[in-house]
């Protein structure tokens, strides 16, 4: 985060894209990521928002692309889906019910929004093939997933060129073995850096590269983040610079231990989060639920933190998940203690002189 937004501000060339100021790198850029684990984001000026990047996380994993679920986390997210409902050219369909058929997907939870042609067409599931690939050839240069979709991405029925709020920015992911451990290989067409590679793209990729080292038996290697266009808007020039200028941060990986040993078992976590995760939001059950696995009971805590209101922390396995957890508690506390007091005075004689509320904050 710190070196790329100094490199940025530095080596940045200015364009208009869509009505925006825009600062990209002249030529395409290779990020090689040592510590994929170390994904959490801990620099106070980036205002990270650590939900949103799980929730996408189980998005992807879970073959959806509707909106009812991550919506319900980032509003604004409505404001990039076509018809408000599905995200057009989101990869969760993508990776794992690819058809390339010209028909957009619709996945839904446990596929109950699936494309009416699903029973006519080929679906494939490119996390199984990958599986599949590494137990033919535990060195293969073949486990690659596709995220384009030329079918869907490139023109209309009627054959003039797509009309879409969502373009698929990811083109392909690679993994590759390297000695014992695993390495991906991620190629964007565009990335924006602060809310695509440094908000989600990275976090996103770096844990499917975790969870697939262990569905393949193998260690966490490097990650490599290829964009052929990386920029910012000028609107976040300021926050860069505030990043820019961050002292070098301590960067703390954590390995999870899982058990889960391969994609079947994997899946089957994933389709009881993906329950627990819909009872939360429609608030059918309030409790923390055990999944005897440590890597996803980070996962449905962090679903839970925002879902159930409490002052209450939660205890998160890994060390840095739980700092950034409590501080989040922390401000809501101030936050809403802060509401209380402008209700209070509010509620007071207006005519009155009060003191301000920020006297006490």
């Not at 997933?145 to 969502?166: M, R, W, Y």
């Not at 009881?272 to 429609?282: G, N, S, T, V, W």
Request: glycine share 4%; aromatic share 14%; with cysteine.
């Amino acid at each position: 985060m710190i070196g790329v937004s100094k490199l940025l501000l530095k080596e940045g060339l200015e364009r208009q894209t869509r009505g925006q100021r825009c600062f990209e790198f002249p030529n395409p850029i290779v990020i090689k990521i040592v510590n994929p684990t170390a994904r959490l984001i801990t620099i106070p000026e980036r205002k990270w928002n650590f939900t949103l990047p799980y929730v996408e996380s189980l998005w992807l994993a879970s073959g959806r692309n509707d909106m009812a679920l991550v919506g319900h986390y980032v509003q604004k997210m409505y404001d990039f889906s076509d018809d408000k409902k599905f995200m057009r050219a989101g990869y969760g369909p993508r990776l794992r019910l690819f058809n390339g058929i010209a028909e957009d997907y619709q996945s839904g939870f446990f596929q109950e929004h699936a494309s009416p042609t699903k029973q006519r067409i080929t679906e494939i599931d490119q996390f199984e093939f990958v599986e599949e690939s590494f137990k033919k050839d535990p060195f293969t240069r073949q486990g690659i997933i596709s995220i384009g979709d030329p079918a869907k991405d490139c023109f209309e029925k009627q054959h003039v060129l797509k009309k879409t709020k969502d373009f698929p920015c990811t083109r392909n992911l690679q993994f590759l073995r390297n000695g014992d451990k695993l390495d991906l290989i991620v190629h964007m067409r565009s990335n924006d850096f602060v809310w695509g590679a440094g908000g989600v793209n990275i976090f996103n990729f770096t844990f499917i590269q975790e969870y697939f080292a262990r569905i393949l038996g193998l260690e966490i290697g490097n990650y490599y983040h290829i964009a052929n266009n990386l920029h910012y808007y000028g609107d976040f020039k300021e926050m860069l610079e505030k990043i820019a200028s961050t002292d070098e941060v301590k960067e703390d990986k954590f390995i999870y231990t899982k058990t889960f040993n391969n994609l079947a078992e994997f899946d089957e976590k994933v389709k009881a989060l993906e329950k627990y995760e819909k009872e939360l939001r429609e608030e059918r059950v309030t409790e923390l639920v055990d999944f005897s696995d440590d890597f996803f009971d980070d996962w449905a805590k962090v679903l839970y933190q925002f879902n159930v209101p409490t002052t209450q922390p939660i205890d998160f396995v890994n060390p840095t998940l739980d700092i950034l957890a409590k501080k989040k508690i922390t401000k809501k506390v101030i936050a809403d203690n802060r509401n209380q007091l402008v209700k209070t005075f509010k509620s007071s004689d207006e005519n009155s002189d009060t003191i301000s509320p920020n006297n006490y904050i």
